[in-house]
């Protein structure tokens, strides 16, 4: 461990939100991710409540050399939200969000998944292009470039993304934006999570519904080859407001999958 009780004090003494070591009665429930293979241990986990907080955190892995992850979503099937014996920068409780109906625009924190940002949209009528689950998160969705549903209408989610507020690794504040620090924001959209913490980004909205038909159609194996080359030459002609993901796999028994699948 790279740090002590009283280095402790002085970061708790600076933080607004939640500090949460081994000895804390829920660390095993900070430390879990959405894949429950990845069991690794952080030496703290710093559960932030604002950009203040995460900061104060970033400093704090900087001064003491410490192996940093940063958690949003925490939906990654690999796990890069929790690390063994460093600093988990947890955005988890900062899940605000704003939208402007006349702009068309919404601002999200870093913790806000799919479904607090699909909430506030669709009461203006409105929606953000990319994800099509509900509990992924929106800051490594976008980081990573952001399919959705709307993508062929809409594009990715960094097509629709405006600004983000960023940390950067060593503790500052700067926002990224076509007009202000565009090589920074070239490299956010979709660059994966390795330039900062971003604390917010604001996107575009995209006008949807009221009524939107969606669904899922299964076959069996052996008819793959005939139902691909079908879904590929119904695709060509289209229309853009028409969207498919294709998956060939193996299901586990699920309610929504056919006994004779």
Same mark, same amino acid.
């Given at each position: ?9 002085? !970061? ?6 939640? !500090? ?10 900070? $430390? ?8 690794? $241990? ?12 995460? /900061? ?13 992850? /940063? ?75 952001? /399919? ?13 993304? $405006?600004?983000?507020?960023? &940390? ?6 700067? &926002? ?20 900062? &913490? ?18 899922? +159609? ?31 796999? +193996? ?5 929504? /999958?056919?006994?004779?699948?």
């Amino acid at each position: 461990m790279a740090f002590n009780n009283a280095d402790l004090e002085d !970061l708790a003494s600076r933080f607004q939100g939640e !500090l949460i070591g081994a000895e804390h009665p829920r660390y095993d429930s900070a $430390r879990q991710v959405w894949n429950a293979h990845i069991q690794r $241990r952080p030496a703290l986990v710093a559960r932030c409540h604002g950009v203040a907080d995460v /900061i104060a955190a970033v400093r704090f892995s900087r001064d003491h050399d410490m192996l940093t992850s /940063i958690r949003g979503g925490a939906h990654a099937v690999a796990g890069h939200a929790v690390c063994d014996g460093g600093l988990v920068v947890d955005l988890s409780a900062m899940t605000g969000s704003r939208v402007d109906p006349a702009a068309q625009t919404i601002r999200v924190q870093g913790g806000c998944l799919n479904a607090h940002l699909d909430r506030e949209t669709q009461a203006f009528g409105l929606a953000a292009t990319g994800g099509i689950v509900s509990h992924t998160g929106v800051a490594g969705l976008t980081l990573g470039g952001g /399919i959705g549903h709307l993508m062929r209408k809409c594009g990715l989610s960094i097509d629709a993304l $405006r600004s983000c507020d960023v &940390v950067t690794a060593e503790g500052d504040f700067v &926002v990224a934006s076509e007009n202000e620090n565009p090589d920074l924001f070239w490299g956010l959209r979709g660059g994966g999570g390795n330039f900062g &913490v971003v604390t917010s980004f604001e996107f575009n909205l995209f006008p949807l519904g009221p009524t939107v038909l969606a669904g899922m +159609l299964a076959w069996p194996m052996d008819q793959a080859p005939r139902v691909l080359a079908f879904l590929r030459d119904f695709m060509e002609d289209a229309p853009d407001e028409v969207g498919l993901m294709g998956n060939l796999r +193996l299901a586990p028994p699920l309610p929504v /999958i056919p006994e004779a699948l």
